[in-house]
C-alpha cells in the first residue's frame, strides 16, 4: 500500500488501526512518510509511541522490525552476528576432506548462510512489500557509543560489515525512534529526525483511545475510568499511568463485571495502573474516595 497522500488520510489510515491521534501527531507522521525522514517520539511510558509504529506498519502492509534497545547494545547485535559455531564445523569438516583454498574457505565461512541479520540490517534488505518499518524502541535506553553509530545507519540508510562490506537499502525504511526521556539523546541523531512530543492525551481523546481499544466498555465506565486515572496524573506518584494503563483498568473491571468504579472496586484492582507499591499505599483508605468524588463532580460537571 502506498503512504497516504495528505493528514486526514495518516489520521483515517491510523483510526482503521484503532489508533486515536490528534492532528499534530498525524501531521508530523505525514511529513515523515513523505519526506522519508525517521521519526523521533518523545514521552512518558504508555502513551502510545510504540503503538503508532504497529498501527502504520500494519495499515501499509509492510513488515514490522524492532529493535529494542537496552544498556550494552552494540553495533553487532544490531546488525548481525556471524553463526560462529556453524563457521567451526563447516572450517573442521574442510580440513577433513582436504584440497580447500585458504581464500575459497575463508569465502566460505563468511557466506551468507552463516550470517545471522539483526534488526537494522533486515531493514535494509528488499521487500515485495515495500520499505519495512523500523522501529527503534525505548533508544534511551542504549548507550551514547550506539547512538553515534546510529547516525550513519540514519544518514545514508547503510551499514558496514568488515567482512563483506558496505549494504544499503535500495528503499529507505519507514524509521521511528522512541524514547522515554530517561536521559537526553544527542543532538546529531535528533537533526536527523522529524520530533514529536507525545503527551498524555486530553480526556475526550483518551475516552476515544477507551472506547476503540475495549468498545465493550459502557459509555459511564469508561468516562469514570478515564477521568480517574486523569486525575491520579496529577497525584504525586513516582509514575503516572499511562493511557496503556487506561485500557489494561478498564479490561480488568470488565473482566469482574464491574459497571460503576467503587473505593473497594478501585482497591482492588491498582495494580493494574499502578506499578509502584509507594504509590499504592498512597491510595489507601480515604485517598480513593477522596479522588472518586473529585471524579464524579467534575463529571457531573461536564
Not at 523521533?40 to 529494542?68: H, M, S
Not at 521487500?127 to 545514508?156: K, T
Request: aromatic residues 6%.
Amino acid at each position: 500500500m502506498p503512504v497516504p497522500d495528505s493528514i486526514d488520510a495518516v489520521e483515517m489510515l491510523l483510526a482503521d488501526q484503532n489508533y486515536v491521534t490528534d492532528r499534530a501527531l498525524a501531521t508530523v507522521a505525514f511529513l515523515a512518510l513523505k519526506l522519508g525522514r525517521p521519526l523521533f517520539l518523545e514521552g512518558e511510558a504508555g502513551v502510545g509511541k510504540t503503538e503508532i509504529a504497529k498501527a502504520i506498519a500494519a495499515a501499509l502492509g509492510r513488515r514490522l522490525i524492532r529493535l529494542q534497545c537496552y544498556e550494552g547494545l552494540d553495533a553487532a547485535s544490531a546488525v548481525c552476528e556471524w553463526n560462529f559455531p556453524a563457521q567451526m564445523v563447516a572450517i573442521r569438516m574442510a580440513e577433513a576432506v582436504g584440497g580447500a583454498e585458504h581464500a575459497t574457505l575463508a569465502d566460505q565461512v563468511f557466506g551468507p548462510e552463516f550470517l545471522i541479520e539483526r534488526p537494522l540490517l533486515q531493514a535494509m534488505r528488499p521487500d515485495s512489500a515495500g520499505a519495512p518499518v523500523l522501529l527503534i524502541d525505548e533508544l534511551d535506553r542504549a548507550d551514547e557509543p550506539f547512538e553515534a553509530f546510529l547516525l550513519e545507519a540514519l544518514s545514508d540508510f547503510q551499514v558496514t560489515i568488515p567482512e563483506i562490506g558496505t549494504i544499503r537499502a535500495p528503499e529507505p525504511p519507514i524509521v521511528i525512534l522512541t524514547s522515554n526521556r530517561t536521559r537526553e539523546v544527542h543532538d546529531a541523531l535528533k537533526r536527523r529526525c522529524l520530533y514529536h512530543w507525545v503527551d498524555y492525551p486530553d480526556f475526550a481523546r483518551e475516552v476515544h483511545i477507551l472506547h476503540a481499544r475495549a468498545p465493550e466498555a459502557a459509555a459511564g465506565l469508561s468516562r469514570e475510568v478515564v477521568a480517574f486515572v486523569q486525575v491520579l496524573r496529577t497525584e504525586d506518584l513516582f509514575k503516572k499511568p499511562g493511557v496503556a494503563e487506561t485500557i489494561d483498568w478498564a479490561k480488568c473491571l470488565l473482566a469482574l463485571d464491574i459497571i460503576n468504579l467503587s473505593p473497594e472496586a478501585i482497591a482492588d484492582t491498582l495494580g493494574a495502573i499502578l506499578k509502584y507499591q509507594d504509590d499504592i499505599h498512597k491510595l489507601q483508605g480515604s485517598e480513593v474516595k477522596r479522588i472518586l468524588d473529585e471524579v464524579h463532580t467534575q463529571l457531573d460537571a461536564l
